[in-house]
């Protein structure tokens, strides 16, 4: 019989950090399981901050981020993920920017708790006779700008819309995010320094050779506001459009007159937004999408879906447009598809292909397409600036995504790297102001860490035990509240979440499994009794034989500082699967000589000036 081994690692700064799942799968690095523990205690505007602190579009993200922290969620490997997103969105509500009518005082309040905090970017940069130049209004330049500002520059924002906002204002629908929440962040960011001149077009209204020239740095941040079309037969007709140019014109209350029969071509989030929305207007009576990918394959968030089909949306998967179908005088009528029979190839590339005897047609008078985003790069001809380009005419950008072959002019968000999230474009704005600073000052910026772990239970002292509330590891997900399907669909205004209540909020931020908190053991002590193996619920601890363990050189070391020069055979280990523990502190209550210890691990990122 062959022996099984068991490959480990040794913790380390790194691994504890790790630990903590939701945050290293932020892209701004939120401390979410803080905020959520802070809200499963009561401590609301302690919650706000810990989300605030890292991400100045917070009560933006509360409403609509696509939560990569709720993907990364341990809990979610046990039955479902903490409603991150949401909680967020609770405590912004009470304490967040939309709660300020006077943006002075948000001012007042805001800097002295960034102060506090200590990350160091708190007026950094030296006098600057030129501003620092900003091209789009969207999460990635309102992110550079807020942290540029609070560095000590002077950005300016130009935006081609008479909106700020970007995608924020021209793509996702007021029903998901109410426009006060987004004007009070950008008012916000305002009140700390910058500037935002609205309806001009760079490129038309003013070169950019002239902006460049004119400026500190310039960054480039305009989104991708074009919509992507599919040259099948038919789709010159003028009933065809753009899922995007559509949402666009809706929000800026320009005329839009659709028909009663919707098809949406498309199956991701944008597709659900243009569909939600055209179904609000007036005199459509029946919206359907259709989408090359299989359920289980679409991009769409579940609750985009879940909440689409309760409004009336009618889905159908795994078809393709093959022509669009309209009378003699070109009015469209119908559009006809192809059963998509892959969408992936052997190699894993995007390769639909399509079983051209199956098809399905479908009555439309308007059909919009919601396959992807495009870029609008005109502003770039005749600039005189010599920007490099990638094959597909892209700007090119070097190692750190963010710099191109012109000293000065940077790139972030979805210019960057294509068409992403909201809190990964605030992640892009707020790197590329790191960027912007280091090229400016000529000084490198340096992270200074630090680390403690702090004892979180102790037989003799209990307010220190792992705080969890009774059951917790059976406390189930809640979905957030809802308006009622009939009042929501009236008006592309009406909010469809009414959010958590404050019990619920609390009983929901209990599921945290607080995963900062780790089992420290400590090897003395230990008496192998197995007593914290056999009362672990989730069977995550294991005593071992060091021959049952693979070794590296880090571990040989530390094997014969325990045991000498022939440590094989004469000890043992406690190992431990770090993904199935909850936490729960049942071994550290369990061990008779107090071997095991409950330690939350703290640890703090700052900017070394």
């Known amino acids: 019989m062959s022996k099984r081994t068991f490959e480990v690692v040794i913790p380390d700064y790194k691994y504890w950090r790790q630990n903590i799942k939701c945050q290293t799968g932020c892209p701004v690095n939120t401390d979410s399981r803080g905020y959520v523990r802070a809200i499963a205690e009561g401590d609301y505007e302690k919650a706000y901050w810990i989300a605030r602190m890292p991400n100045p579009l917070a009560s933006i993200c509360g409403r609509i981020c696509g939560a990569p922290c709720e993907l990364a969620c341990r809990r979610g490997w046990i039955d479902a993920a903490i409603s991150i997103r949401a909680l ?58 807020h942290d540029l500002a609070l560095m000590g520059y002077k950005p300016i924002i130009y935006e081609m819309e008479k909106v700020a906002g970007g995608m924020c204002a021209m ?47 310039v960054l480039l941040a305009a989104g991708a506001r074009k919509s992507r079309m ?69 991009l769409a968030d579940t609750i985009e879906i879940k909440e689409g089909e309760e409004e009336g949306i009618e889905r159908i998967n795994s078809f393709g447009p093959q022509k669009i179908n309209a009378d003699k005088n070109g009015v469209v009528k119908s559009i006809t598809f192809n059963r998509c029979i892959a969408v992936f190839d052997s190699e894993g590339r995007f390769n639909p292909r399509y079983d051209e005897s199956d098809t399905m047609t479908l009555s439309a008078d308007t059909i919009f397409f919601s396959i992807g985003q ?16 990638t094959e597909r005419g892209m700007i090119k950008v070097g190692p750190d995504s963010i710099s191109t072959s012109v000293p000065g ?16 474009a605030v992640a892009s704005g707020k790197r590329t102001a790191i960027i912007i600073h280091e090229f400016l000052s000529r000084k490198r910026i340096t992270i200074k860490k630090s680390e403690i772990h702090v004892e979180q239970y102790n037989k003799e002292v209990s307010s220190n035990e792992v705080s969890h509330p009774p059951d917790f590891e059976k406390i189930k997900r809640e979905e957030v509240p809802a308006a009622l399907v009939e009042e929501r669909i009236k008006s592309v205004f009406t909010t469809v979440e009414t959010g958590f209540p404050k019990e619920m909020a609390e009983e929901q931020g209990g599921r945290c499994l607080n995963c900062a908190v780790n089992t420290i053991f400590n090897g003395d002590r230990c008496i192998l009794c197995g007593g914290c193996a056999d009362i672990c619920p989730e069977y995550c601890l294991r005593l071992v034989s060091l021959e049952n363990i693979k070794s590296d050189e880090t571990l040989t070391e530390l094997y014969k500082y325990r045991y000498g020069d022939n440590p094989a055979g004469t000890g043992s280990a406690i190992i431990k699967d770090e993904d199935r523990c909850i936490r729960c502190g049942l071994c550290a209550k369990k061990c008779p000589v107090d071997a095991i210890t409950m330690e939350r691990f703290i640890f703090k990122e700052v900017i070394d000036k």
Do not use: W
């Open 230 to 298: 599919l040259p099948v037969e038919g789709s010159e007709s003028k009933e065809v459009l753009g899922g995007i140019d559509f949402l666009r014109d809706v929000f800026t209350d320009k005329k839009v007159a659709i028909g009663p029969r919707v098809v949406v071509i498309g199956g991701g989030n944008v597709a659900y937004d243009v569909a939600r929305t055209a179904l609000r207007q007036k005199g459509v009576e029946s919206v359907v999408l259709v989408c090359i990918e299989k359920f289980e394959e679409m």
């Open 374 to 389: 495009a870029y609008d790069l005109s502003f770039l001809d005749k600039c005189d600036l010599d920007i490099e380009k």
């Open 88 to 145: 967020k969105g609770f405590v912004t509500e009470k304490y967040g920017v939309e709660i300020y009518k006077d943006k002075k005082d948000f001012v007042h309040n805001f800097k002295p708790k960034f102060k506090e905090k200590g990350n160091g970017i708190i007026g950094i940069a030296e006098n600057t006779p030129k501003p620092v130049s900003i091209v789009g209004s969207g999460p990635a330049g309102l992110a550079c700008a």
């Open 409 to 424: 002019l940077f790139v972030a968000g979805d210019l960057a790297y294509g068409p992403k999230l909201v809190i990964d």
């Open 171 to 217: 793509g996702i629908p007021p029903y998901r995010l109410p426009r006060e929440i987004l004007q009070a962040e950008i008012d916000a960011i305002k009140a700390l320094g910058a500037e935002i001149r609205l309806g001009v077009q760079i490129g038309k209204d003013i070169l950019l050779k002239k902006l460049y020239d004119e400026s500190e740095a």
